[in-house]
């Protein structure tokens, strides 16, 4: 079982920084960050496993960075240069074992937080 609790969202103006952080139990072998904006399907922003492999969405790269800190077993995406189009609920994900190449497919992952909204005005 893993328990996932999101925090850091908020409203920033373009070219803003914001920094998610996500708590997590036990120690999942793929993590990663999902956003889902109105009227959308929910879409794969950052994935990372044990072991220090990450993968990022085209939007995102370049802009974003995962990273996981073990001893405080925490997950963070920060986000540089935020965009009016990056405006979603965030949601942290986790799972034992996801595949490289299926890490920003939502459908791969069981445990979900709760989410945290991010709003960027121009």
């Known amino acids: 079982q893993v328990q996932l609790v999101e925090s850091g969202g908020g409203s920033v103006q373009a070219g803003g920084s914001l920094r998610l952080s996500c708590a997590y139990t036990?120690?999942?072998?793929?993590m990663g960050w999902f956003r889902q904006a109105p009227g959308k399907e929910r879409e794969g922003v950052a994935a990372?496993?044990?072991?220090?492999?990450?993968t990022y969405a085209d939007s995102v790269k370049g802009r974003f960075t995962i990273s996981k800190d073990i001893v405080k077993n925490t997950l963070y995406l920060q986000m540089n240069s935020l965009k009016p189009e990056d405006t979603a609920m965030y949601y942290c994900a986790a799972d034992w074992w996801v595949e490289y190449g299926r890490l920003l497919s939502s459908y791969e992952y069981k445990y979900w937080g709760q989410g945290t909204q991010v709003t960027v005005s121009s």
């Open positions: 036990n120690v999942p072998f793929s």
């Open positions: 990372i496993r044990t072991g220090g492999s990450t």
